[in-house]
């Protein structure tokens, strides 16, 4: 499978500073990327699909003018979380998307974890 | 919307026992139905997935799954777990896009 990394994998911010998590694909060229938000004891939210020169696309509730994706290459794409307070505070993962016979599979980044105090 | 329930927050169990838990969805049309895995401090991985043909599927590690769509269900089943299966396991469902709704997990910790 496709080897998924992020960067930094944990982070402590304080309140009202902007905040960058990378994810690259080492393996595949990944045109699509998908960004999830995960609280404690909580299922994964996807937050966007990110797709490689276009503009991402956000699902309903999640503002795209704090949370900024940018995804400039096949290999990267990056999450930055604009004057972070504290309930921005959780674990951020992103996946790629690889084409397969029945099924564009994900496979995962193993999550940024953010703190903001 | 779909949504997808987990029934069991956490499960503790020993050796040898043999593990079932419990995946639910609400969405009427076709589905495509799967299980991931996170070990500890590691990434999610994918154990097993339905998306036609013999409902009982067979994954990595020993596990198997079975789709029963009159119940809406897609139970993760192991027979005999082992230490290792200690780890947080999620249900997901895509109902024809491309997007994943994930359950709210379930920790397994096995007992050695």
């Not at chain 1, 795209?64 to 307070?85: G, M, R, Y």
Request: charged share 15%; aromatic share 14%.
């Amino acid at each position: 499978g496709a080897v998924v990394s992020q960067h930094p994998s944990w982070v402590i911010c304080k309140s009202g500073t902007s905040v960058k998590i990378e994810c690259r694909s080492l393996d595949f060229q990944a045109t699509t990327m998908f960004w999830y938000r995960q609280f404690p004891k909580q299922s994964l939210m996807l937050m966007a699909t990110s797709n490689e020169g276009s503009k991402a696309t956000y699902e309903q509730g999640v503002e795209k003018d704090k949370f900024l994706i940018n995804h400039a290459s096949l290999t990267l794409s990056t999450l930055t979380v604009t004057s972070a307070h504290p309930e921005d505070s959780s674990f951020y993962i992103c996946s790629i998307s690889v084409a397969g016979e029945e099924w564009n599979e994900q496979f995962f980044g193993p999550g940024t974890r953010l703190t903001v105090l | 919307a779909q949504s997808v329930s987990q029934h069991n927050h956490h499960v503790i169990l020993s050796e040898a026992a043999s593990l079932e838990l419990g995946c639910n969805y609400s969405y009427g049309g076709t589905v495509n139905l799967f299980w991931y895995v996170q070990y500890p401090g590691q990434h999610l991985q994918l154990l097993l997935k339905y998306f036609s043909g013999d409902p009982l599927v067979k994954g990595i590690k020993g596990f198997e799954a079975e789709f029963i769509k009159s119940k809406f269900s897609f139970n993760l089943r192991k027979p005999s777990v082992q230490w290792s299966d200690t780890a947080e396991y999620f249900c997901a469902v895509n109902a024809g896009d491309y997007k994943l709704s994930f359950g709210a997990g379930t920790t397994v910790t096995v007992r050695a």
